[in-house]
């Protein structure tokens, strides 16, 4: 005489009717067996059947390939009666039950996270920027350009137009002398409510503030330092480079957060970009140091300018 089948409760959802009816359910062999009570049971291929994940809480579901389903309202019987029929749970299940899997996870996750910052944004902003010609760059450097402009920030020139001829004539021999690395920048002098300042923008334009020249009383070699700066933003595309790694974390945040906040979504494309923005400073400076040095300038007009800042 066989023995009893091993039986658990559960609500039956044929996949027609809206409507559960109670049932019982066990294994006979490859196959599950379910008795609605209202005819023969029911044999379904184990393959056709996807068994719940063991959870803490909540009831357990069952679901057919047919469409059908089968709810267990009672947790922990369902978990004593798989392990007792030997449904054997996946590692994945096992590892999400287990404080110390999610531990490990969770530190593997943030050391991906900081080596795809530190590494893999880098990297995919050049092989970005390798696709992007330059005459881009020059588009919108010039679009930028006609922009603060026309919105009041820069208004004309108040130097002499001798001291321009001279300044520019001063960047233009200590170019030709650091060599032909050197980016070629359309150099803009321009009184502005900003004070003394001098800004790059992406294709070669230039802007020098008439509070800047003011600041270091004219002297040259601080304007040839700061103009080598600037132009190290140009060669490197440093522009272009933020836009592209803000472009990239925006969009990597966004998937990551969706639309559940705009605020976490937004602050790491921010500081991603503070950072990488101190990365082109420290760049453009040592290119300025540079070209100082090859023109017999001392690096330390730099620090004094600095200072007046």
Request: hydrophobic share 45%.
């Amino acid at each position: 005489m066989s023995a009893s089948p091993d039986r658990l409760a559960a609500r039956y959802f044929d996949g027609e009717s809206a409507r559960p009816r109670d049932a019982a359910i066990w294994l006979d062999g490859d196959h599950l067996r379910i008795d609605a009570h209202d005819g023969a049971p029911d044999r379904v291929p184990l393959r056709h059947v996807q068994w719940p994940e063991r959870q803490r809480h909540g009831a357990r579901q069952a679901h057919l390939r047919d469409g059908g389903a089968l709810h267990f309202d009672d947790p922990l019987a369902f978990d004593t009666w798989a392990r007792r029929n030997g449904l054997g749970e996946s590692w994945v299940v096992k590892a999400q039950q287990s404080w110390r899997w999610t531990a490990w996870a969770t530190l593997a996750l943030l050391v991906l996270c900081g080596a795809l910052y530190a590494w893999g944004l880098p990297l995919g902003t050049r092989a970005v920027l390798a696709f992007v010609p330059h005459t881009f760059d020059k588009e919108l450097g010039e679009l930028v350009m006609r922009s603060v402009q026309s919105e009041g920030w820069l208004q004309p020139s108040q130097l002499p137009p001798e001291q321009q001829r001279r300044l520019r004539a001063a960047w233009s021999r200590a170019a030709a002398q650091a060599g032909p690395s050197v980016a070629r920048i359309e150099l803009h002098f321009h009184k502005s409510s900003i004070g003394p300042n001098a800004f790059a923008l992406p294709g070669g334009h230039v802007v020098l503030t008439d509070e800047m020249v003011e600041l270091v009383d004219g002297n040259e070699d601080m304007v040839v330092g700061v103009l080598a700066h600037e132009a190290a933003h140009v060669q490197h595309r440093h522009g272009m480079r933020m836009l592209v790694q803000a472009t990239l974390l925006g969009t990597v945040t966004s998937i990551a957060f969706g639309d559940f906040s705009s605020l976490f979504a937004a602050a790491p494309a921010l500081l991603g970009h503070l950072a990488y923005s101190r990365d082109h400073e420290r760049e453009a400076d040592g290119e300025a140091i540079a070209l100082l040095q090859a023109n017999g300038i001392p690096p330390s007009v730099m620090a004094t300018m600095f200072e007046r800042l």
